[in-house]
Antibody, heavy 121, light 110 residues
Framework: QVQLRESGPALVKPSETLSLTCDIS??????????WSWVRQPPGKGLEFIGY???????SYEPSLRSRVTMSLQMSKRQFSLTLGSATAADTAVYFC??????????????WGQGSRVTVS | QSVLTQPPSVSAAPGQKVTISCSGS????????VSWYQQFPGTAPKLLMY???MRPLGIPGRFTGSKSGTSATLDITGLQTGDEADYYC???????????FGGGTKLTVL
C-alpha cells in the first residue's frame, strides 16, 4: 500500500513561488501506468486537478495553470514536487498530492495525501 | 466552473435511496470511465467507485455506479447518517489531457 505525504510552507507571499513536495512511502510502488499528481481544493470549493508527471518525465498541466506550474519527480528519493509561480490569493487552497491509476480508458485517483493547507497572503 | 456538472446538494431520509448525477461531454465521460470520491470535512477524498461501477475493497454494496453516454450516476441505498459527505465524480478529458472533476454534491441524510 502506498502512502503519500505533502510538505511545504503554509504561508506564501503574493507574487512569490508556492513549492510543495510529496513523499512516497510503502513497501511497493504501484505497478503499471501511473501518474504522480497534484489536486487542490480552495476553501469551501471543489477539487481542481493541477497536473501530473509520469515516471517517463512526461507532464500535463491544467490549461489555466500551465504557464505557472512545474512538476518534477525524483524516484530515487521517492519524492515528487510542485512549484506554482506568481502566486495570488486565488491559489489559497488545500493541496493534495495524489496517485492516478491509468488504464485503457480509466483514470482514477487511488491514493491521496492528507493535504497541505497553503495560504497566499 | 467545473468541467463535469453535479447537483450542489441532495438529501434523503435514513434508509432511503439517493442518486447523484454527473454530466459531461464526449471528450470526457463519453469516452472514458468515471470514478467517484467521498470526502468528509477536513479530510482527503477517498476513492468510492472506479471504472464506472467497480468498488474498491471495503466499499459496501450500497454504493453503485453507472454510466450512459455522457452522464454517470452514483446510487446510494439504505442511507445512513454516516454517509453525509461531499461526493465528486471524476474522469479523464481527452481534449484537456488531465483528470477533471465535478463541482461536488453535498449529501444530507435528514
Amino acid at each position: 500500500q502506498v502512502q503519500l505525504r505533502e510538505s511545504g510552507p503554509a504561508l506564501v507571499k503574493p507574487s512569490e513561488t508556492l513549492s510543495l513536495t510529496c513523499d512516497i512511502s510503502g513497501d511497493s510502488l504501484p505497478s503499471g501506468n501511473y501518474f504522480w499528481s497534484w489536486v487542490r481544493q480552495p476553501p469551501g470549493k471543489g477539487l481542481e486537478f493541477i497536473g501530473y508527471i509520469h515516471s517517463s518525465g512526461t507532464t500535463s498541466y491544467e490549461p489555466s495553470l500551465r504557464s505557472r506550474v512545474t512538476m518534477s519527480l525524483q524516484m530515487s528519493k521517492r519524492q515528487f514536487s510542485l512549484t506554482l509561480g506568481s502566486a495570488t490569493a486565488a491559489d489559497t487552497a488545500v493541496y493534495f498530492c495524489a496517485g492516478v491509476k491509468v488504464g485503457t480508458s480509466g483514470y482514477y485517483v487511488d491514493h491521496w495525501g492528507q493535504g497541505s493547507r497553503v495560504t497566499v497572503s | 466552473q467545473s468541467v463535469l456538472t453535479q447537483p450542489p446538494s441532495v438529501s434523503a431520509a435514513p434508509g432511503q435511496k439517493v442518486t447523484i448525477s454527473c454530466s459531461g461531454s464526449r471528450s470526457n465521460i463519453g469516452t472514458n470511465y468515471v470514478s467517484w470520491y467521498q470526502q468528509f470535512p477536513g479530510t482527503a477524498p477517498k476513492l468510492l467507485m472506479y471504472e464506472n461501477n467497480m468498488r474498491p475493497l471495503g466499499i459496501p454494496g450500497r454504493f453503485t455506479g453507472s454510466k450512459s453516454g455522457t452522464s454517470a450516476t452514483l446510487d446510494i441505498t439504505g442511507l445512513q447518517t454516516g454517509d453525509e459527505a461531499d461526493y465528486y465524480c471524476g474522469t479523464w478529458d481527452l481534449s484537456l489531457r488531465v483528470v477533471v472533476f465535478g463541482g461536488g454534491t453535498k449529501l444530507t441524510v435528514l
